[in-house]
């Protein structure tokens, strides 16, 4: 039980008025813009709109110069403004093999049709600081950008490639009812046993660090699931709705996605025949880490669905989908902070009474062994 803070009132607008000087820094130094944040600080902006369930990146810049550039304040920012926003329409599924491709690779297959797209990585970069940045900006005359053409044909490695050979299992999103209406994690709460298609918005959404941690642990024999990297992509799809005024599709704008699909060996079941199976993940933004960890937890938590024995947190339905969210994990981590003066000195009498009573109780059994 929490009790009011009496008299705090002065306090906490002046915690206000020093939370804003310490995000504004020192005057001396011009004032991060908007822009500059969305522009150069792409990739936080990224994690931002993905974990906070909004693409607007204006909206994922400002909230991090609101935030001080903490990540998960910034994404509670978000989602509450979220809750705020009219939904006027339901978009229709994107079409990522229409992407428009600005990174494409695949580590299964070398040469593939369309070939290798590098892209925007730090792969190939050497993990030393580049102190180069500590000095004037250079204009945009002075930088050197690739322009080579990217060609239109570039099938999907496990779609288009495994599946000529029906080495690849088909997809489902529910196990019962491929028909069902998919569900929606931002109007309903939770509930388990939960579907795909919940378990892979619920991953998206989820804490980059926590998704991390569990698609490393699959790596490491926690699952028994050994992973390959089918094909990640980069790059910008279209996002349609067909307003029931109209009757047809109505391109609405274009998002920057990274999609990762995993392949992964099945040794088959009574059912099923030996092949490989596929983990899926999908953010908004530039952010590979995050996707390659969604499809490794997401393939580990089709373990039931594979008739695959449960043995690592990873496959742990509830235990994933009930820990990943970083805004409820924040609450209740950070709950502790706030006034429990009640509860503590109840927890104290309790102390105090059972020292003494076990201290009576010692008493007791000393005067009776003399």
Do not use: W
Not at 195 to 208: H, I, P, S, V, Y
Not at 279 to 292: C, D, S
Request: net charge negative; charged share 30%; aromatic share 6%.
């Amino acid at each position: 039980m929490y009790v009011a803070v009496k008299g705090g009132e002065k306090a906490i607008e002046n915690a206000h008025k020093l939370l804003a000087e310490k995000r504004r820094g020192s005057s001396s130094i011009p004032e991060l813009t908007i822009d500059q944040i969305r522009e150069q600080l792409s990739l936080s902006v990224g994690r931002v709109m993905a974990e906070g369930s909004l693409y607007d990146a204006d909206l994922a810049a400002l909230a991090i110069k609101q935030a001080r550039g903490d990540v998960i304040e910034a994404i509670f920012l978000i989602r509450a403004y979220r809750t705020t926003l009219p939904r006027f329409a339901y978009s229709n599924p994107i079409q990522t093999d229409k992407m428009h491709i600005e990174r494409r690779i695949s580590a299964t297959y070398k040469d593939l049709p369309g070939g290798q797209i590098l892209g925007p990585t730090f792969d190939y970069t050497h993990r030393l600081l580049d102190f180069d940045l500590m000095e004037t900006e250079k204009t945009p005359d002075e930088l050197e950008r690739a322009t080579h053409p990217i060609s239109d044909d570039m099938p999907r490695v496990l779609g288009n490639l495994l599946n000529k050979e029906g080495l690849i299992q088909q997809e489902t999103i529910h196990e019962d009812d491929d028909d069902a209406p998919v569900g929606d994690l931002t109007r309903e709460p939770l509930d388990f046993p939960a579907n795909r298609d919940l378990r892979l918005q619920n991953l998206a959404r989820g804490d980059e660090g926590f998704i991390l941690s569990l698609g490393y642990s699959t790596q490491r024999g926690y699952a028994r699931n050994h992973a390959f990297v089918g094909e990640i992509r980069l790059g910008e799809v279209a996002v349609e709705i067909e307003p029931p005024e109209l009757g047809f599709s109505i391109d609405i704008g274009d998002i920057e996605i990274t999609e990762c699909e995993t392949v992964n060996q099945f040794q088959g079941s009574k059912t099923e025949p030996p092949q490989f199976t596929r983990g899926y993940g999908l953010v908004f933004g530039q952010n590979e880490r995050k996707a390659i960890s969604m499809a490794l937890v997401d393939r580990a938590l089709r373990a039931e669905e594979l008739g695959e024995e449960i043995v690592a947190p990873a496959q742990d339905e509830e235990f994933v989908m009930s820990h990943s969210d970083n805004i409820q994990a924040t609450g209740f981590v950070e709950h502790i902070k706030l006034p429990h003066y009640v509860d503590f000195q109840a927890e104290l009498g309790l102390v105090r009474r059972m020292r003494q009573e076990s201290k009576a109780s010692q008493e007791q059994t000393s005067q009776a062994a003399e």
